[in-house]
């Protein structure tokens, strides 16, 4: 069982920049990693994952270029560095762990979830 608290969220202007950390507990060895994002009504979206090891990671295309997923293994923390947030990034960002160390891009590939942090991006 895999447990995942994300922080970081909160209130920024376009153009500003954000770091979501996401601390996970439990059995997280070979666990890859990804970070989604939903708004209300819609469905949750892909935004970044990472391997275990040798920290491959991909990036949905609205976002590559300006976000940067990283992990810290020794602290079984995966972090999102976001720069350059514009408005319709508003949203609630989650973070999610798979028992499989090939990071994917489907959501319903994922074991487990964190409870999500708001991040929301004034113009």
């Known amino acids: 069982q895999v447990q995942l608290v994300e922080s970081g969220g909160g209130l920024v202007q376009a153009g500003d920049s954000l770091r979501l950390s996401c601390a996970a507990s439990g059995r997280t060895f070979n666990s890859a990693m990804g970070w989604f994002r939903q708004v209300p009504g819609k469905e949750r979206d892909f935004v970044a994952s990472?391997?275990?090891?040798?920290?491959?990671?991909y990036y949905s295309d609205s976002v590559k270029g300006r976000f940067t997923i990283s992990r810290d293994n020794a602290k079984n923390t995966v972090y999102l560095q976001m720069n350059s947030l514009k408005p319709e990034e508003t949203a609630v960002y989650y973070c999610a762990a798979r028992r499989s160390i090939v990071p994917v891009t489907q959501q319903e590939r994922y074991d487990y979830w964190g409870q999500g942090t708001q991040v929301t991006v004034s113009a």
């Open positions: 990472i391997s275990w090891s040798v920290g491959s990671t």
